[in-house]
């Protein structure tokens, strides 16, 4: 499931995540990133926070984006 989540939305949906297996991977693009938002989105996991300057450097980056969501945990 992909979630699109801008900083103008509360993260109040996210408890409906919390104790179910539902991995939370936050991917942030830009320099007006808020790192604590994305890292509460990753449930507190750093390796779930995946951050590129710009749109296009997500293809650059598209492996850890495939290795962060395929991983089990």
């Known amino acids: ?8 939305h509360h993260l109040s949906y996210l408890f409906i995540f919390q104790g179910k297996k539902v991995k ?3 991917v942030g693009v830009g320099s007006g990133i808020d790192y604590n938002e994305l890292n509460e989105i990753a449930n507190g996991k750093a390796e779930n926070v995946i951050h590129v300057d710009k749109f296009e450097d997500l293809f650059v980056r598209l492996n850890n984006v495939l290795r962060a969501s395929c991983e089990v945990e």
């Open 1 to 8: 499931m992909f979630l699109e989540y801008t900083s103008c």
């Open 24 to 26: 939370m991977i936050a």
